[in-house]
């Protein structure tokens, strides 16, 4: 049975609370959300309630109507038969181990303690170094996006045909970007080629211990409101 | 780590098979929007699904967590600079004025499609989501993070209003903010206060 909301109800424009039958029902009724049962009662009170029953008539013309607005456009949006390539583009980003305002506090704070522990002298020869590092790791991260999505464009990859067994065919090329295509990167410049591999495997490393405590901390805030209520 | 990596890869799958719906829904968001700014909005919906890969909880659809993480998006991001975009459109572009007099009909499809593109998006969406993509209460509910019965009154209140455009169309004449208080339910209503 439908169970009414009454705090919804509260406005004098109810006035189809007799017969336990109110606002709410007439619109469950209008878009098929009522079992039988509750539809039948819904039905002998539209009968001798002239009124509701010009209310559900509007309520249908107005589906009706809205379906039919947006019909056009929908249709238009369903017969795209491509993806822009930004998408595919946004969701072959390879995926970061942890992100990357981790991996830089995490390299600010290695860099602190070998400054603070080391001395004058060992902070001028542990920073000299580092800072290069970073240079080179900003260096990388600029060009990352090019390399990345001159290697990920999938010309085949189409989730519009909906027959399941194309599955099996997109499913390596997704995989590809992120792990095979290293090797035939087409680097802009030889600098990074050696260093790349090089230089990414510093940055995790001093945080790995890290990694467990705070998994996500730029958006830790916005993420507990989903997590309390991402449950369906 | 080659679990996560496998898992990874499925989700990413998953959602991209998702794109179409994500896109209609976009147009449902900013109905008077262009495409780049639809294409913008499902573009970040991508992004922040994948960075908030791990709230989907495998249970349900994933359809209808991309659609709440869009909604969180436009909510968040979108819809004040779409807002701003409009209103500082001219409003001699907006097409209503310039429709053609057709049949009676299609002028009231396209009063009521005016309107309802002019309506407040939290009210709007609610409607949209029900009577267009077919969604139950619960899902809207679940959809726009509010309760079911939040999602009746909204829905209760964008179809009186919607319903108000289509009558002043048809020549019946209801005061809007009248409509459903005839001298009938007003004599009840005062019956029952006076019990």
Request: net charge negative; hydrophobic share 35%.
């Amino acid at each position: 049975m439908y169970k009414k909301d009454s705090d919804t109800d509260k406005s004098p424009s109810n006035i189809h609370i007799f017969d336990g039958i109110g606002e709410a029902d007439l619109h469950a009724y209008v878009d098929g959300h009522l079992d039988t049962a509750r539809r039948k009662e819904v039905e002998y009170y539209l009968r001798r309630n002239p009124d509701a029953a010009a209310q559900i008539r509007d309520y249908a013309t107005l589906n009706t109507l809205l379906r039919e607005g947006f019909a056009e456009e929908l249709a238009a949006i369903d017969a795209q038969e491509t993806v822009p390539p930004r998408f595919l583009a946004a969701l072959n980003r390879p995926q970061p181990r942890f992100p990357v305002f981790a991996a830089r506090a995490a390299a600010f704070a290695f860099l602190c303690l070998a400054a603070a522990g080391g001395g004058w002298m060992a902070a001028k020869h542990g920073a000299a170094p580092s800072e290069n590092q970073l240079q080179e790791a900003a260096l990388h991260s600029v060009s990352a996006p090019e390399t990345e999505t001159a290697v990920a464009p999938l010309p085949d990859f189409n989730p519009y045909p909906v027959p399941v067994p194309v599955v099996p065919d997109y499913v390596p090329a997704i995989q590809q970007p992120a792990v095979q295509t290293a090797p035939s990167l087409p680097v802009p410049s030889t600098e990074y080629q050696g260093g790349e591999a090089d230089i990414i495997r510093p940055l995790p490393d001093p945080a790995g211990t890290a990694h467990d405590a705070d998994a996500m901390p730029p958006a830790s805030q916005s993420g507990q409101t989903e997590t309390e209520t991402l449950s369906f | 780590m080659r679990n996560t990596d496998d898992e990874y890869t499925e989700v990413r799958q998953m959602i991209a098979r998702e794109i179409p719906a994500l896109r209609r829904y976009a147009h449902l968001l900013l109905p008077r929007a262009g495409q780049d700014r639809k294409d913008d909005l499902v573009q970040d919906t991508l992004e922040r699904a994948l960075k908030k890969r791990h709230l989907w909880r495998r249970e349900g659809a994933i359809r209808s967590w991309l659609y709440r993480v869009q909604y969180s998006v436009f909510l968040n991001k979108h819809y004040k600079t779409h807002l701003r975009e409009v209103s500082s459109e001219n409003p001699a572009d907006i097409p209503s004025a310039a429709m053609p007099p057709g049949q009676e009909k299609n002028m009231e499809l396209q009063r009521v499609m005016e309107a309802v593109k002019n309506m407040p998006p939290r009210r709007r969406e609610v409607l949209l989501l029900i009577a267009v993509e077919g969604l139950s209460y619960d899902q809207a509910a679940a959809v726009m993070d509010i309760p079911v019965g939040t999602v009746r009154s909204r829905l209760s209140r964008a179809r009186e209003e919607l319903r108000a455009e289509m009558q002043k169309n048809t020549g019946v004449t209801v005061d809007p903010g009248d409509l459903t208080e005839t001298p009938e339910s007003y004599k009840r209503h005062k019956d029952i206060d006076n019990v």
